[in-house]
């Protein structure tokens, strides 16, 4: 704060600030004097009690003057000076109040302090009658859960009580009596409670008077209206009321519920007396008379008489004066509707109010004369919401489209809302003398106050006094009762569309709830609500009841109230376009208006030309600041004078008639006044530099400007909308657009008069100005909130279609009437200007306005030092304010020049090309452009419009759109030509203009209009830059939407995306007509890249969908192609076929041909190596494939084990194969068709019989044999068993001939033609773009990568390096780098061994799990082994041979000695795995894992006859415990484990232990089904070896060594105890995939040793009698040796 204070004080010296001047109000000598005492502190705020006053300096101190008899001291009772309250020094107060005898004041940090009189409660004080010191007030709200102390902004003191407005916009208060709002009999109420009526609606100021309150409440925004009830919640009765009568149906919605009108008790018994004047009430009655009320109403229990029933009632009731559907208005009738003659209203009037009586009566009330009267007069806290929503609403527009418009007149003259009337009638007298009130006012008073009334109307024009002043406003909605004609079927068709069309219009002009405006500025659509006593009709509710709760003031509803001031008696409203309503006692003409009391709000006339911007009202007297011509302020007093000497006034007091001007232009600058009851006091400015008067001059002209705008709304606006005939629909939809957006510029000019009003009541700093502070509203385009770029676009919009010209004709006579009206406000005073001319002026009126600020900017500036940032700040914001103004007045000549050329353009053409935001930039009429090579006669016009080239010819023309247009200069040695070539997507063109300077113009002029085109519609200058700068030249590379025309493939397509050059180049969509559509990637025109593809096929009523890789517009690579019949192709396309490696679904598995085929296409067909599983039949064929069938060698096998390898021809087998079924039965011979046999051949049995001979017929349907049957003898041994079991796979393809092209693939992604072939460094150049591309693309599409990926992805990126000699390390890295890439797909290995994956599970999983194909299987991973180890090698060229040993870098680190010789290892005799490279080392644990499942369960199919014998044997043997096990298999006694530790115990071996010996190495034995690779199952059994010798070891504790007599049967032990299911695949398994050179070390012995053993079990039979001598497998070892068993 001190800052802030020091650098206003250097610039314009803030001593002159706030100085104090008092009149004594009614005296008629009206010079001020100083106040006595007071230094020269700046005053901020003021406040005056009857006898004593306060003011708040800028410093935040607080000094009480007056008489204060609750002060301690004596000699401060009655101070000479102001005496500072020590209390509050240091809390920093921001506002006090005063009532008549007690003091508030409110810390910024939002605590009250009361002080002062309290024997009322006022100050919240329990028992005592007097505060002598500020005391905190502490308000706590109970709602919350911890009590959360409520911070207060503003407080308002009345005489015996106090409110306070919270930060959360809720009223609290204290003291006593009905004006406390409280639904409470015990007073005086000294703890603050919240006035629950309003609680939940936005509360923008309080006003006390003596014994009444008003509070100004920001209207409920539309949305959040709630449906009205249809009955009152209190008394039940129906809230709208509907009756028919012979001529019209009377609709009235006119309720009141005795709640919240306090009646005494007389009056609630008997309710005849006609007017209430509750004077003499006292505070027990009015409790009374408040439970009577509930009484009388039945409430179904007394529990419901809490607080909280009656606040959620009315909650959902409170009416809101927003009538956005605007029916209530209807524009098109502007006069009240004049009755033919007195008779005619008298009639009316006594009809309607029968009615009123019989609805009484109806109801159960007793018809009492004027109950009915104020009944209307109150549509109180539970009468139905005037809502968009509400039932009344909806009834009267069903009822009003079906009537026409005879009810429009009658319902929008409203207007006889019959409800005013009669409020009228009863409360104002009918002639000056009678007293208010004083009897029931019969037919004559009626006749005559009515004609009167009408007089004044008509005599007022808009700025009627009246109470039925409907015509104010738009969303005036209070009216609510209403005549409808009743024959509804008279009405003709034409009415009907009239009233029809009339009712769209007046939607246009009510302002809708805008964003961030009404965040920052005040808002102007408020209602006015009031409660407390009454009875000088100062709540202004047209009665003198006094009211319990806040009650709505419906005829201030849309009267843009701003601030209220409450008097002693009467209260006062200050509206935004500078006019004061006011209401309440009018003894001394306080009022401001006519001389008797009024209780419902009219409009003050105050004489000033120039509006009122600030009030304040006295025990008895009004105070008005006013603007005059200099913007100095005057003061004007209305009130109380007091008689002097000689004066012979007939009463005994008097008053002024009209407010009275005093003269203080000499004191300076008024900015705030306040009153109180003998003395009113003014805060006046010095003007230093002239930095006051530019701030006044800004206000009022704001203001001023603000009543304009309001004029030309209401009074030419409206009528033009309202007009017949305007145009076409088009126009008038502009007429619209520029009649709302400029309702909602009036509207933010309205706010921020209201703000800068405010703000010359503050600290007046520059910075905190809004036009400064929040510059975007004024400046910004693209705010919701309509600035004026945004209103500029749409009037120019209008002139640009000829909006004026069309208006001339509809409006002319509305323009010829109101011929002075319209020169009025538009100051054009120059004689014949055209009608038009006006019009055009008023409606630039807001533009023009943006001068005035720039202008008022710089003065303020002036008033600074040039360098202090209060001046940069204007200065800046100044030319920010001038250049938009300056490029709006460009943007109306634009539009102007624009109009120019439509007058002139031939009319067909101008049909088609004029539109609203087109504006024309140049054209070549001056014959300065023409086309190169065009012919003699041919005429060519350019014309350039902001939007687009357009391209004249005699009668065609040709549109460009700017968005896809490219302009580039001919360079000179093309022809030396000043020419220009033009780019479109489907044309190109050359432009030849006269001159050099030509030239650089168009160049100019396009290239500027198509980056305009480019950065958007919206073209203003960005707020805050001052100018745009403008590029040189648009860019080559945009994004922008267009249509083909020309181009047979595209015609009629639309594309929308990034484009380079006039060619769709980037990312975009291309959709065609027909409902073909691509999304992705293009080059040069053409899709290329990855993209989508959907071609809807309108036989099956679905849709081609294709994802995947496109080049040159054909699609080409991986891809997904899912057909409309269901089909899906994922694999490789070139040139829109199916070539490369593909698999093809067809159908699911419940349709009628589910299929599935992987392998190799060849130009769309299937050719080369593939599998094909017809899954109906429950066949799969592997082979070879030409032009779509099977042709060549193959292998199919059944689902019933069948098997069949030979030659196929056209899908069919012929000529030589070799057919084998499930038992084991072989046909070796000739076939001719599927299945057939035919020819010659031998046929097998499973006992070795077999047969040669002829051959014919079905396999599996009897078969016709001529030949010869062989009985051969039992076999000699093994090696005599049939051939045919040898020689299978013969006829199948070979392994290396399998799968080609996905190898080939891997090959072309790498960069080579063929295998082998190619540049390293281009194959790693091509591995890195293939995985960034990916990584691009999976960022785009919705699957995520993990993180773990990513990382992958990352670590790829690096190609690993490899200098010097290759050692153990490089090979451990490349292995590393071999892991990961085929980890992720998005690499070339990994997409390889991804899709040899799938071929393989394809090939062998379902029916091809037959054991026939075990051989082919384990083939076809050596195979891929040799192919995949190939593309390593070429990848790391380092890497040497299969084979070859690596030499180690450093020494193994310690000597082992070898398992069974003891002799040192020596590194010849056995290698250690992984240092001789092969490429099963390398691979097979990439590999093997994923091929693991279909693989292993082939070997155990295979082996299923012999694992059954030997699982059976193990489970025998194992019912036996270890010790008889051990001594069954021989193993010597002293490897016999005597004791066993067994978690830490030691326990000894008993004859009944069974599975605890050797536990160890049985446990590392059945791991040997958890791994994978050969090499990982050898060193299972390594491990189980050493696991035995530790064992024994520790039994042992001695050194010895082991020989294979000895270990064998340990071994044998182990084998059996560790249980292992099929062990047998597990050894033959490892028998077909071990590296080779592992066979004669170590590791190669002990799985020699293994399989004995599984041998030894398995051939045992079971009975175990003999182990057949085996060979100690050891070389060197006693030949003869056998392993017997014990008997």
């Keep these: 704060m001190d800052s802030k204070k020091k650098s206003s004080t250097e610039a314009e010296g803030s001593k002159e600030r706030g100085l104090v001047h008092v009149w004594q109000a009614g005296s008629r000598s009206v010079t001020p004097e100083r106040l006595p005492g007071w230094g020269g502190k700046t005053v901020l705020h003021a406040a005056l009690g009857v006898k004593h006053g306060v003011l708040l300096t800028e410093d935040g101190e607080v000094y009480s003057f007056g008489t204060l008899p609750w002060r301690n001291e004596p000699a401060e009772i009655c101070p000479s000076s102001p005496i500072l309250e020590e209390v509050l020094v240091g809390q920093y107060v921001v506002t006090v109040a005063t009532g008549s005898f007690h003091s508030g004041a409110v810390t910024e940090s939002g605590v009250v302090y009361m002080w002062g009189e309290n024997s009322a409660g006022q100050c919240a004080v329990a028992n005592q009658q007097y505060v002598p010191e500020p005391n905190p007030v502490s308000i706590s709200d109970s709602e919350t859960s911890p009590l959360l102390a409520v911070r207060v902004l503003q407080l308002a003191c009345g005489e015996e009580h106090t409110l306070a407005l919270s930060l959360s916009r809720e009223i609290w208060a204290w003291g006593t009596g009905c004006q406390l709002g409280l639904i409470t009999n015990t007073f005086p109420v000294t703890k603050p409670q919240k006035v629950e009526h309003l609680a939940g609606r936005v509360v923008l100021q309080v006003a006390c008077g003596a014994f009444h309150s008003l509070a100004l409440v920001q209207c409920l925004p539309s949305q959040d209206l709630k449906p009205v009830p249809e009955r009152c919640n209190q008394c039940s009765q129906l809230l709208i009321t509907m009756t028919d009568k012979e001529d019209h149906v009377i609709i009235s919605d006119s309720h009141c519920c005795p709640l919240g009108v306090t009646l005494s008790e007389s009056q609630s018994e008997n309710q005849a007396s006609t007017a209430i004047s509750p004077s003499t009430e006292t505070l027990d009655g009015q409790g009374e008379a ?76 007793k018809p009492v004369p004027s109950q009915p009267l104020v009944a209307e007069a109150i549509p109180n806290l539970h009468s139905p919401a005037t809502t968009s929503t509400s039932a009344l609403n909806s009834l009267v527009v069903s009822c009003a489209s079906a009537v026409g418009v005879r009810v429009a007149a009658t319902y929008e003259a409203g207007t006889l809302s019959l409800k005013k009337v009669m409020n009228f009638y009863s409360t104002a007298p009918c002639e000056p003398g009678a007293q208010a009130g004083s009897s029931p006012i019969g037919p004559e008073g009626l006749k005559e106050s009515r004609e009167e009334q009408v007089k004044q109307e008509s005599m007022q024009g808009k700025k009627s006094s009246s109470l039925v002043d409907i015509r104010e406003e738009e969303s005036e909605g209070g009216s609510r009762r209403l005549s409808l004609p009743g024959l509804l079927s008279q009405v003709s068709p034409r009415l009907l569309r009239k009233a029809a069309r009339v009712k769209t219009r007046t939607v246009v002009l009510t302002p809708t709830y805008s964003g961030e405006a009404d965040a920052l500025l005040p808002s102007l659509r408020t209602e006015v609500w009031t409660w407390g006593k009454g009875k000088e009709g100062q709540l202004g ?278 011929q002075e009206l319209l020169q009025d406000l538009s100051e054009v005073n120059v004689e014949n200007t055209q009608l038009m001319e006006i019009l055009n002026t008023l409606f630039f009126l807001p533009i023009r306005r943006l001068h005035n600020y720039a202008k008022v900017l710089l003065k303020l500036a002036t008033c600074f030092e040039v360098t202090s940032p209060e001046y940069q700040k204007l200065q800046d914001s100044s030319s920010c304010y001038e250049s938009l103004a300056l490029h709006l007045g460009r943007k109306r000549k634009e539009a102007e020049y624009t109009l120019g050329f439509w007058k002139t353009f031939p009319g067909k053409m101008t049909d088609s090309l004029r539109k609203p935001e087109r504006r024309l930039l140049c054209e070549s009429s001056n014959r300065a452009l023409s086309l190169q090579h065009a012919g003699r006669f041919s005429v060519n016009w350019f014309i350039l419009f902001n939007d687009a080239l357009v391209h004249a010819q005699f009668s065609t023309h040709h549109v460009f759109p700017l968005a896809t247009l490219w302009a580039e200069p001919l360079s000179e040695e093309a022809g030396g030509v000043n020419g220009l070539k033009i780019t479109t997507p489907e044309e190109q063109f050359t432009l030849i203009s006269s001159t050099p300077q030509e030239k650089a113009k168009w160049l100019r002029a396009i290239s500027q209009a198509v980056d305009q085109a480019l950065r958007g519609t919206s073209d203003f200058p960005p707020y805050g830059s001052g100018s745009s700068i403008q590029r040189q030249e648009p860019p080559i590379s945009r994004s922008a939407k267009y249509t083909f025309y020309k181009d047979p493939r595209l015609k009629d397509a639309t594309y929308d995306g990034r484009w380079l050059s006039g ?278 599409s919705p699957e995520i990568l993990s993180r773990s990926q990513t990382q992958t992805l990352e670590s790829l990126e690096f190609i690993p390096q490899h200098v010097g000699a290759f050692s153990v390390e490089k090979y451990d890295d490349i292995k590393k780098y071999l892991i990961k890439a085929c980890d992720t797909p998005l690499h070339p290995l990994g997409r390889l061994v991804e899709t040899l994956v799938a071929v393989y599970r394809m090939t062998y999983v379902g029916v091809g799990a037959n054991r026939r ?275």
């Design 290 to 365: 408040f439970e009577n009320t509930f009484v009388q109403n039945e409430l179904p229990a007394a529990t419901e008489l809490n607080v909280g029933n009656v606040q959620t009632t009315s909650v959902e009731t409170i009416s809101s004066p927003q009538d956005v559907m605007g029916t209530p208005e209807i524009s098109s009738a502007r006069s009240i509707p004049s009755y033919p003659d007195a008779q005619a209203v008298n009639e009316y009037v006594q009809k309607l109010s029968d009615h009123s009586l019989r609805e009484n009566s109806e109801n159960g009330e």
């Design 541 to 818: 509710h047209g009665d003198v009841l006094p009211r319990l709760q806040p009650l709505c003031v419906k005829c201030l509803d849309g009267k843009e109230v701003i601030h209220l001031e409450a008097g002693g008696y009467h209260s006062l409203a200050l509206t935004a376009k500078s006019q004061v309503y006011s209401w309440g006692s009018n003894t001394f003409g306080q009022l401001g208006h006519s001389d008797f009391p009024t209780t419902v709000p009219r409009l003050v006339k105050v004489n000033s030309e120039n509006g009122v911007w600030s009030v304040a009202a006295g025990q008895d007297y009004s105070l008005f600041l006013v603007d005059t011509e200099d913007f100095q302020p005057g003061l004007c007093y209305s009130g109380r004078q007091d008689p002097t000497e000689g004066d012979n006034l007939p009463e005994n007091h008097s008053g002024t008639k009209t407010p009275i001007l005093l003269s203080c232009s000499k004191l300076g600058y008024i900015s705030r006044v306040t009153a109180g009851k003998d003395s009113y006091l003014a805060l006046v400015d010095k003007n230093i530099m002239g930095y006051i008067a530019s701030l006044h001059e800004l206000a009022t002209t704001e203001r001023q400007f603000y009543s304009k705008l309001s004029d030309i709304k209401s009074q030419v606006l409206r009528p033009l909308l309202s007009l017949e005939n305007l145009g076409t629909a088009s126009t008038v939809q502009l007429l619209q657009e520029v009649a709302s957006r400029f309702s909602k510029l009036c509207y933010l000019i309205g706010q921020h008069g209201t703000s800068l009003s405010s703000f010359l009541q503050g600290i007046k700093e520059a910075r905190s100005l809004v036009i400064l502070k929040h510059a975007s509203l004024f400046l910004d385009s693209y705010t919701e909130q309509v600035s004026s770029p945004v209103y500029c676009t749409s009037i120019t919009n209008f002139l640009v279609m000829g909006g004026f010209q069309l208006l001339a004709k509809p409006a002319i006579d509305f323009l010829n009437k109101n």
């Design 1413 to 1687: 194909l075990l051989q082919e299987a384990v083939k076809e991973i050596t195979s891929y082994l040799k192919r995949i180890f190939q593309l390593v090698r070429f990848l790391f060229p380092e890497l040497p041979e299969e084979g070859t040993t690596i030499p180690l870098s450093a020494p193994l680190p310690t000597e082992r000695k070898s398992f069974c010789t003891g002799k040192s290892d020596s590194r010849s005799e056995s290698p250690e795995p992984g240092y001789v490279v092969t490429g099963s080392g390398l691979l097979l644990p990439v590999l093997l894992p994923r091929l693991y499942p279909p693989l292993f369960m082939l070997y155990a199919l295979d082996n299923d006859r012999e694992e059954d014998v030997y699982w059976e044997c193990v489970l025998r043997l194992n019912k036996q415990p270890d010790i008889a096990l051990l001594g069954f298999l021989g193993v010597q006694r002293k490897f016999w484990p005597v004791t066993l530790s067994i978690l830490g115990e030691s326990k000894k071996v008993l004859p009944t232990t069974k599975d605890a010996c050797f536990a160890s190495a049985v446990e590392c034995l059945q791991q040997i089904s958890t791994t994978f690779t050969p090499s990982d199952k050898l060193k299972v059994i390594q491990q189980t070896f050493e696991e035995i010798s530790q064992s024994v070891l520790a039994s042992l504790q001695e050194d010895f060594l082991w020989s294979m007599d000895d270990l064998f049967p340990v071994f044998l032990y182990v084998v059996l105890r560790a249980r292992i299911r099929n062990l047998g695949s597990e050894v033959h398994l490892i028998e077909d995939l071990m590296d080779p050179y592992l066979q004669h070390g170590e590791q190669g012995i002990m799985f020699t040793t293994l399989k004995l053993s599984h041998q030894g079990i398995h051939d045992g039979r079971g009975s175990m009698q003999l182990l057949l001598p085996y060979p100690d497998p050891r070389p060197g070892a006693h030949p003869n040796r056998s392993l017997l068993p014990p008997d």
């Design 1063 to 1340: 060619k769709p180049h980037g990312r975009g969509v291309l959709k065609w007509p027909d409902g073909k559509m691509y999304s992705g990637m293009f080059r040069n025109g053409l899709e290329d890249g990855y993209g989508e593809y959907r071609i809807p096929n309108k036989a099956l009523n679905k849709e081609d969908h294709y994802v995947g890789h496109w080049k040159e517009g054909k699609m080409c690579g991986q891809g997904v192609y899912s057909y409309a019949s269901g089909e899906v192709f994922e694999g490789c396309f070139q040139d829109n076929m199916r070539h490369g490696h593909g698999l093809l679904r067809s159908g699911k598995l419940t349709s009628s041909s589910p299929s599935m085929f992987i392998g190799q296409w060849v130009m769309d067909k299937k050719a080369g190596y593939g599998v094909f599983d017809d899954i109906t039949r429950g066949e799969k064929y592997m082979g070879m494939w030409q032009d779509d069938v099977c042709q060549g060698n193959g292998v199919v096998v059944t689902q019933f084990g069948l098997y069949y390898e030979g030659n196929f021809h056209l899908n069919k087998m012929m000529g030589n194969g070799v057919l084998l079924s499930e038992d084991d039965t072989i046909y070796e011979g000739e076939f001719s068709d599927d299945w057939t046999l035919s020819g010659k051949g031998t046929l097998t049995m499973p006992n070795g019989d077999y047969i040669e001979g002829y051959f014919s017929g079905e396999w599996g349907s009897g078969i016709k044999i001529t030949g010869t049957y062989f009985k051969p003898s039992l076999y000699e041994s093994d090696k005599d068993r049939p051939k045919v079991f040898r020689k299978l796979g013969n006829l199948a393809v070979p392994a290396d001939e399998k799968w080609k092209a996905v190898f080939d693939e891997c090959w072309h992604q790498l960069g080579c033609e063929n295998p082998g072939q190619g540049e390293v460094w281009k194959a790693w150049d091509n591995i890195a773009v293939a995985l960034t591309t990916s990584r691009r693309q999976h960022r785009d």
